[in-house]
């Protein structure tokens, strides 16, 4: 894969002509309207985006039988290193955005310590970033990457969902609790896959994402607080340990240069721990599911008669 012919290229200004509806909507965002009009939604829809990583590669009879028993892969060298430096600009560009905000809105998350009088919005997310920004639009429609999902779920008939931009910058981004991305889906079909783009180099101590392999042929754990029933977005981790999840040796972390790209399992169990280092470890995330819904049977072993993936 890492010796894949490159065909992509970075954004450039001239993405600008070829999508004269977002790039205008970038100047509304600065000047604060929070919506496209339904004539820039319209051209959108017809846009078809430069491929921006290295190709569409075909994975090999090893990389299946990872996804399919230990529910995750990594994909080294997707994004070719230009379209990551474009990425990287769009990013500063936004969070440019920020400054001054107090609170949680259409377009940022932030940290809980955030304050709006610091010089540096401290943004934990940014949310649907392909609406904002052009090199973001092309990413999330590149053939490479829909290649891979394709031979991972065994259908040509995907749909995609929301993008998103977790942060998690240098020396104070926060965790993310144990948890599986099914709690988070109002689906009954389990064919479902989350991808992360790695917009930074991520190592051990700038937070990377933790996995327990094998979990996501495991059982489906509540997500809600047992006293009061509220749900909180995360298992109970003395439930999933006695279910035999071994938290302190048995998780692996997805680490690697940026330009991979990881999928895993929508039940696959992972988190993530707070960044204790001084690089920032931006992952863009979002998800593709088969169009045809199925049954939920569990792992993918389980639920191929039913779903044909």
């Known amino acids: 894969l890492a010796s894949t012919t490159l065909v992509g290229a970075a954004t450039s200004p001239r993405s600008c002509q070829m999508l004269p509806a977002l790039c205008r909507f970038a100047g ?3 000047r604060g309207a929070a919506h496209t009009s339904s004539r820039c939604r319209r051209q959108r829809r017809h846009f078809e985006p430069r491929r921006v990583s290295t190709g569409a590669p075909k994975l090999s009879a090893e990389q299946l039988k990872q996804y399919d028993e230990l529910g995750f892969l990594v994909v080294e060298g997707l994004i070719c290193s230009q379209t990551i430096s474009s990425l990287q600009n769009e990013v500063s560009r936004l969070l440019r955005l920020a400054a001054g905000r107090t609170c949680h809105d259409d377009l940022f998350d932030f940290e809980a310590s955030h304050l709006s009088r610091q010089s540096e919005a401290r943004v934990r997310r940014i949310k649907s970033p392909e609406r904002h920004s ?19 779920l065994r259908t ?26 099914w709690a988070f889906y109002p689906h009954t079909n389990c064919d479902l896959l989350a991808l992360g783009v790695f917009l930074d180099d991520v190592g051990p101590q700038n937070g990377p994402m933790l996995v327990m392999p094998g979990s996501h042929r495991g059982p489906i754990y509540s997500h809600h607080r ?57 992952v863009c995330s979002w998800r593709w599911q088969q ?19």
């Open 28 to 30: 509304h965002v600065e």
């Open 134 to 152: 052009v090199a973001f639009h092309e990413l999330m429609h590149d053939a490479g990457i829909l290649a891979v999902c394709k031979q991972l």
């Open 156 to 181: 040509e008939n995907l749909r995609r969902g929301d993008m998103k931009l977790n942060m998690k910058s240098a020396g104070h981004g926060s965790p993310v609790q144990w948890h599986q991305d």
């Open 226 to 282: 047992a006293e009061d029933g509220k749900f909180v977005g995360a298992l109970d981790v003395a439930e999933a340990t006695s279910s035999g999840l071994d938290f302190h040796g048995g998780c692996s972390a997805l680490q690697g240069s940026a330009g991979n790209v990881s999928f895993h399992h929508v039940r696959l169990v992972h988190g993530s721990a707070q960044n204790v280092s001084e690089r920032d470890r931006k």
């Open 291 to 309: 169009l045809m819904p199925g049954r939920c049977q569990g792992s993918r072993t389980s639920s191929r008669s039913m779903t044909s993936a």
